[in-house]
């Protein structure tokens, strides 16, 4: 069974543009959850997805939104990026639907840097 | 809101020896679940072991064993027969089990280096 896919692997911005982060998770998994690594920070929870409907959101401003597409796949987008939001954003998927047990598997994540 | 803390930001082992990480954390909530993944350079963020907390029983994967501590909110991992292969960045990590969803609270990581 093919992992957590995350696209681009790499990516390069300037401050002020915007950018789409990509997420295939497992087959069978309709959750999908999106994090933000730093340095600074650690492993932040950005939100969580299922069945397209947004079921969790941490705590970040309005620039950062997601959305989740009717085979499962998500995107996340940023808007008007700054140089804090350099980072590395993992995206995770996890079968359950209602709480359960099940883990959740990460992709390699996207490696955004803001110049 | 709970909270993960590690309090090691590096450890070092030897290996074919055994080390502990260590992990306390924060919560009001009476089910819930714990893990600990493991973060290598390749980045991908990979499950070690999990532990639910209405569970007695510490969990064990292979050379990877839990000590659940549920009453001093304290769940640390111990390596044994420790690995070239098992340095990484390691991290505790909560999740409820009173709420839905998947969301993960992590703590701050443990570097650890094993030296041959």
């Known amino acids: 069974k093919a992992g957590v896919t995350q696209t681009p692997r790499y990516l390069i911005k300037t401050r002020g543009q915007q950018v789409t982060l990509s997420c295939s998770p497992i087959?069978?998994?309709?959750?999908v959850s999106w994090y933000q690594q730093t340095p600074g920070q650690g492993l932040q929870f950005l939100f969580e997805?299922?069945?397209?409907?947004?079921?969790n959101k941490g705590n970040f401003p309005g620039r950062f939104s997601g959305r989740q597409f009717s085979n499962s796949r998500s995107e996340m987008n940023v808007s008007t990026l700054e140089l804090g939001d350099s980072a590395l954003y993992l995206c995770?998927?996890?079968?359950?639907?209602?709480?359960?047990?099940?883990?959740?598997?990460f992709g390699d994540g996207t490696r955004l840097s803001i110049l | 809101a709970q909270t993960v803390t590690q309090s090691q930001p590096e450890m070092s082992v030897q290996e074919a020896e055994t080390v502990t990480l260590s992990c306390t954390y924060d919560?009001?909530?009476?089910?819930?679940?714990l893990f600990w993944y493991k973060q290598p350079p390749s980045r991908q963020m990979i499950l070690v072991i999990r532990?639910?907390?209405?569970?007695?029983q510490n969990a064990t994967e292979n050379r990877f064993s839990v000590n659940f501590q549920k009453a001093a909110k304290s769940f640390s991992l111990k390596i044994s027969d420790s690995q070239l292969g098992d340095a990484a960045m390691y991290f505790c990590?909560?999740?409820?089990?009173?709420?839905?969803?998947?969301?993960?609270?992590f703590g701050e990581g443990t570097q650890l280096t094993v030296n041959p």
């Open positions: 990590a909560y999740r409820s089990a009173e709420t839905s969803g998947s969301r993960l609270t």
């Open positions: 997805y299922f069945s397209e409907t947004q079921r």
């Open positions: 919560t009001s909530e009476s089910d819930y679940y």
């Open positions: 532990q639910e907390a209405y569970k007695q």
């Open positions: 995770a998927s996890s079968p359950q639907g209602l709480n359960g047990n099940q883990p959740q598997h």
């Open positions: 087959s069978g998994h309709r959750s």
